[in-house]
């Protein structure tokens, strides 16, 4: 086992306190979004057996089948199938969308052929894999996930009383379900130069007006937005989507076509290894449009809340349709718990001191430290009354 040394990308809409207070480290007034845990070559973990400091993929590629078990490099390939982050967001994080594998595989292998650098800011596809997600909050989390109905956007729309959305309520109302939702999503993000900039403005003071009579409900989520982005024709696009709050335990699965985005709080994210991301809003970065036409899933409904069930020796698993990554949550009490060493894992520690046992070693981490567990075959022994340990793993077929 292995404690691992993990990078914090300090992106703008990050909190400058969250990630410091899980640390134990004291704030130094910069954001700090993400705390990535894995072997992505983007920001790979450190691991130290002894002779310094080694990134993790480094460390998997050398020999993958002692690192993953031979079972996972069968299933999944070579490295390490999946990606753990601590999200701490303190503005929204850009509407986005993800491809599924094919469509990911085509994508990277156009622009390849194209000669797109892979790190030029206009790429789409930064590798050829899906990313589906998973976020499980540890603060009260809110989002936009999944398309409402064209009638409840178009309620929605209608009850700001902006006459510049007129259209878009016609169009909604008028249309069937798919052509409705991908009409008004294009036109939405079609609302740019001078013109497009006073209507979305209009929806901004729109929401900001309407949301002190509702402060907990869906339009203080938009007017939130609005005061980060009052110019973005993501703020249009948003009143498609379905606003979401996450109590702390609860969790949202992300599948790929689902456009969403992250508006605030704190939580454990899992995902496929990739980095794939279609954006529609909020965000300086490259917006694509009839690409993200492409991969985005045209369908409405609510988002599905996870609560997680209950398995064996307290262990809480968050149910997903996929095998790259399996979340589970173990919090300690007097009892051990015990995890089996078929599959490589990562554990994080997000609250009291745990220690680790496994083949006659020990390791302790103390709240916001992480450790990866090779696919050895030893089982590791979980101890410390009162600590929560996030695991990290892979389902084997």
């Not at 089948?65 to 990606?83: D, H, K, R, S, T």
């Amino acid at each position: 086992m292995d404690r691992l040394d993990n990078t914090v990308r300090d992106y703008a809409w990050g909190s400058a306190t969250a990630i410091p207070e899980l640390l134990g480290r004291p704030a130094d007034g910069t954001p700090q979004a993400e705390l990535w845990m894995g072997a992505h070559p983007g920001a790979p973990s450190l691991v130290d057996r002894g002779d310094g400091p080694v990134p993790l993929d480094r460390v998997i590629a050398a020999d993958p089948a002692a690192e993953l078990g031979a079972a996972a490099v069968a299933q999944f390939g070579p490295a390490l199938p999946f990606l753990v982050k601590v999200l701490a967001a303190a503005t929204p994080l850009s509407l986005q969308a993800h491809p599924t594998r094919e469509q990911a595989r085509a994508g990277y292998a156009d622009e390849e052929t194209r000669g797109v650098p892979v790190d030029a800011p206009h790429r789409n596809y930064k590798d050829d894999n899906h990313k589906p997600e998973l976020i499980c909050a540890l603060s009260e989390f809110e989002g936009l996930c999944g398309f409402r109905t064209p009638a409840a956007a178009a309620d929605l729309m209608a009850s700001l009383e902006v006459p510049q959305l007129d259209p878009l309520i016609e169009l909604l109302r008028t249309k069937p379900e798919p052509e409705a939702l991908a009409g008004a999503l294009a036109e939405a993000l079609r609302l740019t130069g001078e013109h497009g900039r006073e209507t979305v403005e209009a929806v901004a003071r729109a929401v900001t007006a309407a949301a002190p009579s509702d402060p907990t409900g869906a339009l203080a989520g938009y007017a939130f937005a609005a005061a980060e982005y009052p110019g973005d024709p993501g703020l249009v696009a948003a009143l498609l989507f379905n606003h979401v709050r996450l109590q702390p335990g609860e969790a949202l699965y992300l599948g790929a076509g689902l456009p969403h985005a992250y508006l605030r709080g704190t939580g454990v994210e899992i995902m496929a290894n990739s980095d794939n991301v279609l954006r529609c809003g909020f965000t300086p970065k490259h917006v694509d449009v009839p690409e993200l036409v492409k991969v985005v899933e045209f369908r409405s409904g609510r988002p599905e809340i996870l609560r997680p069930e209950a398995g064996p020796d307290g262990e809480r698993l968050y149910p997903v349709p996929i095998d790259e990554f399996r979340l589970s949550r173990y919090d300690l009490a007097d009892r051990p718990a015990v995890l089996p060493g078929d599959a490589p894992q990562i554990l994080l520690c997000t609250a009291g001191t745990v220690e680790l046992a496994a083949a006659g070693q020990t390791l302790t981490l103390a709240r916001g430290q992480s450790a990866f567990l090779p696919a050895d075959g030893a089982e590791t022994v979980l101890t410390g009354s009162g600590a929560t340990v996030f695991r990290s793993t892979v389902t084997l077929s």
